[in-house]
């Protein structure tokens, strides 16, 4: 269930994120998530950008510390954890910032993958080249740098058969309206603390993510009052997204 | 005496275990079949509880955990509290303080929101440089006392003291029902205990030990039911590893009258676990073969004395 590996590279792929490496190749669903744990700094929920690596953006003491691991370093992995995508026909797959990381295992799942990605600068716009070799890649930036000037909602509705959106929560909040309920998914971050369902910490309108998602079908999604409004934060107390 | 509300079906989560209100109506809807819900301790004052690592589970031993108790604040608890839409479950607010005038504090503004009180009376995880409530005052039956008597002073409600295995949990128990406590809870998590990573050479909790429980930990509050209901044939909520109806049933013949599930929703979705509720529930029903359940409760007692319709 928890394992120590070695870090075997660190890639950089833009000046705030990195894709780490380890000697392991994890079996997990697209969706599905990992507790990567720092020993004796600390653990947080990432999802597998490859069956053998995490990509993390640099936001905080824990994710600076991750993307700073060397070859030969040690990483924790607790998991895979969590409900991932069911298989998808023709996707659609909508991705902002370090949310795009995780679209990747996914694409590679889907047949007839198209792209729809959202960044606040060409930078923040990962496996950009890699995508365009699986399908058509729409991009939005708000530095206009890279694609559409703007946002990435205004680049929907867009024709495809089913839907999966992994960003921030607002702008996932802005897509839930212009995608069909019945054929898109979307993948909701939470603070987690125990991640197998116990404490309850990770709830969106009582769902817990860690058990009941992370990724939860639209129609379920548009029956959460929580959702791109408020979180629990680490003593539980609300706080506003 | 106040008799405990009736918990029908007399399955509740335990205390620290799913938490916060919108889950316990997400579970309703789900169709658990949990007669009732019990909030994590609710402290005074906003604490964060631990930094991750806060759980350690097979294969790398027991479960543990070392959350902590995090908390909102209690007039934050009363906002969350007044938004809760239970259908028909009883709420049980569990409390927790750094000393009786605390544990009053937060009983005062939890009462009207709860159809019992919960006591915590034996946490056995803190934060770096606390004292764990077990060790400040679930061993000692005096300070015990103290904090029953004063949440009693602030709440018409019944009153739950639930002991850690790590006491002299009789002699708290007595005092504590002296003091004014209606049922006892049997019990919290036990140790705390360790676990260490060989590879890194790490304590692998963040809060370096965490309370055990799960299967680990039936044997012991088994034991402490069916100590407690010998001693004081009260109302008793048991804890601890309740995994299966089989489970259930045992702790109801050692004198459990509700019994709280937590571990066993490890890992369970929301339909998982309600359908796990149901198991539970539907294998006490057929065990019991159309006698009440207060039938059975402490039954186990009465075989060792030779009668008994089990016997």
Same mark, same amino acid.
């Given at each position: 269930?928890?394992?120590?590996?070695?870090?075997?590279e660190?890639?950089r792929e833009?000046?705030?994120t990195?894709?780490i490496?380890?000697d392991?190749?994890?079996?997990?669903q697209?969706?599905?998530?990992?507790?990567?744990?720092?020993?004796?700094?600390g653990?947080?929920?990432?999802?597998?950008?490859?069956?053998?690596?995490?990509? &993390?953006?640099k %936001?905080?003491?824990?994710t600076?510390? /991750? +993307?700073?691991?060397? @070859?030969?370093?040690?990483? *924790?992995? #607790?998991g895979?954890?969590?409900?991932?995508?069911?298989?998808?026909?023709?996707?659609a797959?909508?991705?902002?910032? &370090?949310?795009? %990381?995780?679209?990747?295992l996914?694409? /590679? +799942?889907?047949?007839? @993958?198209s792209?729809?990605? *959202?960044? #606040?600068?060409?930078?923040e716009?990962?496996?950009?080249e890699?995508?365009?070799?699986?399908g058509?890649?729409?991009?939005a930036?708000?530095?206009?740098?890279l694609?559409?000037?703007g946002?990435v909602?205004?680049?929907?509705?867009v024709?495809?058969d089913?839907?999966?959106?992994?960003?921030?929560?607002?702008m996932?909040?802005?897509?839930l309206?212009?995608?069909?309920?019945?054929?898109t998914?979307?993948?909701?971050?939470?603070?987690?603390?125990?991640?197998?369902?116990?404490?309850g910490?990770?709830?969106?309108?009582?769902?817990?993510v860690?058990?009941?998602?992370?990724?939860?079908?639209?129609?379920?999604?548009?029956?959460?009052?929580?959702?791109?409004?408020?979180?629990?934060s680490?003593?539980?107390?609300w706080?506003?997204? | 005496m106040?008799?405990?509300?009736?918990?029908?079906?007399?399955?509740?989560?335990?205390s620290?275990?799913l938490?916060?209100?919108?889950?316990?109506t997400?579970?309703?809807?789900?169709?658990?079949?949990?007669?009732?819900?019990?909030?994590?301790s609710?402290?005074?004052?906003?604490?964060?509880?631990?930094?991750?690592?806060?759980?350690?589970?097979?294969?790398d031993?027991?479960?543990?955990?070392?959350?902590a108790?995090p908390?909102?604040?209690?007039?934050?608890?009363?906002r969350?509290?007044?938004?809760?839409?239970?259908k028909?479950?009883?709420l049980?607010?569990?409390?927790?303080?750094?000393?009786?005038?605390?544990?009053?504090?937060?009983?005062?503004?939890?009462?009207?929101?709860?159809d019992?009180i919960?006591v915590n009376?034996?946490c056995?995880?803190?934060?770096?440089g606390?004292?764990?409530i077990?060790?400040?005052?679930?061993?000692?039956p005096a300070?015990?006392?103290?904090?029953?008597?004063?949440?009693?002073?602030?709440?018409?409600?019944?009153?739950i003291?639930?002991?850690s295995?790590?006491?002299?949990?009789?002699a708290?128990?007595?005092?504590?029902?002296n003091?004014?406590?209606?049922?006892?809870?049997?019990?919290n998590t036990?140790?705390?205990?360790?676990?260490?990573?060989?590879?890194?050479?790490?304590a692998?909790?963040?809060?370096?030990?965490g309370?055990?429980?799960?299967?680990?930990?039936?044997?012991?509050?088994?034991?402490?039911?069916?100590?407690?209901?010998?001693?004081?044939?009260?109302?008793?909520?048991a804890?601890?590893?309740?995994?299966?109806?089989?489970?259930?049933?045992?702790?109801?013949?050692?004198?459990?009258s509700?019994?709280g599930?937590?571990?066993a929703?490890?890992?369970?979705?929301?339909?998982?676990a309600?359908?796990l509720?149901?198991?539970?529930?539907?294998?006490?029903?057929?065990y019991?073969?159309?006698?009440?359940?207060?039938?059975?409760?402490g039954?186990?007692?009465?075989?060792?004395?030779?009668g008994?319709?089990?016997?």
């Open positions: 269930m928890r394992s120590v590996f070695k870090v075997v660190n890639r833009s000046e705030w990195h894709t490496f380890f392991a190749e994890i079996e997990s697209p969706g599905q998530f990992m507790m990567v744990w720092l020993p004796r700094l653990e947080k929920p990432f999802t597998l950008s490859y069956p053998n690596a995490v990509t &993390v953006k %936001a905080g003491a824990f600076e510390n /991750l +993307a700073a691991l060397a @070859p030969g370093d040690e990483i *924790g992995l #607790r895979p954890l969590g409900q991932g995508y069911p298989p998808l026909k023709k996707p797959l909508i991705g902002g910032g &370090v949310g795009i %990381a995780e679209l990747r996914l694409a /590679l +799942a889907s047949e007839e @993958p792209f729809v990605l *959202g960044g #606040r600068t060409a930078d716009i990962l496996f950009y890699e995508f365009r070799e699986l058509p890649v729409h991009v930036t708000e530095d206009g740098a694609g559409h000037k946002l909602t205004e680049l929907l509705p024709e495809a089913s839907y999966a959106v992994c960003g921030p929560e607002r996932m909040a802005a897509c309206p212009k995608l069909p309920a019945e054929r998914y979307f993948a909701i971050e939470r603070y987690m603390k125990c991640a197998v369902g116990l404490c910490q990770c709830t969106c309108s009582g769902w817990r860690c058990t009941d998602g992370p990724i939860f079908p639209a129609a379920a999604v548009a029956q959460m009052d929580d959702f791109g409004k408020r979180r629990r680490k003593s539980g107390k706080e506003t997204i | 106040i008799p405990l509300p009736r918990i029908d079906p007399p399955l509740i989560n335990a620290g275990i938490s916060y209100p919108e889950v316990f997400a579970f309703e809807s789900a169709g658990a079949c949990l007669g009732g819900y019990v909030t994590k609710v402290g005074p004052r906003e604490k964060p509880g631990n930094d991750n690592p806060v759980v350690v589970y097979p294969p031993g027991a479960v543990l955990n070392s959350l108790l908390t909102q604040s209690a007039e934050d608890w009363e969350d509290l007044e938004e809760i839409k239970l028909k479950a009883k049980i607010v569990s409390v927790y303080g750094g000393d009786s005038l605390e544990f009053a504090e937060v009983t005062g503004r939890m009462s009207r929101f709860s019992a919960e009376l034996g056995p995880n803190k934060e770096p606390e004292q764990t077990m060790e400040s005052i679930g061993q000692n300070l015990s006392a103290e904090v029953i008597e004063r949440v009693r002073g602030e709440t018409d409600k019944p009153v003291a639930k002991l295995p790590n006491s002299d949990y009789l708290v128990a007595e005092s504590c029902m003091a004014g406590a209606d049922a006892l809870g049997c019990g036990l140790g705390p205990g360790l676990a260490v990573d060989i590879r890194s050479r790490a692998i909790l963040a809060g370096t030990t309370g055990i429980s799960g299967p680990a930990l039936k044997p012991v509050n088994l034991r402490m039911t069916y100590e407690a209901y010998a001693r004081f044939r009260c109302p008793i909520v804890y601890g590893g309740i995994e299966t109806w089989e489970d259930a049933v045992e702790y109801i013949l050692a004198g459990a509700v019994l599930i937590g571990t929703f490890m890992r369970k979705s929301t339909h998982e309600a359908a509720t149901r198991e539970i529930w539907e294998g006490i029903q057929e019991l073969d159309g006698e009440p359940m207060s039938a059975i409760i039954a186990a007692h009465r075989s060792a004395e030779g008994g319709s089990h016997a």
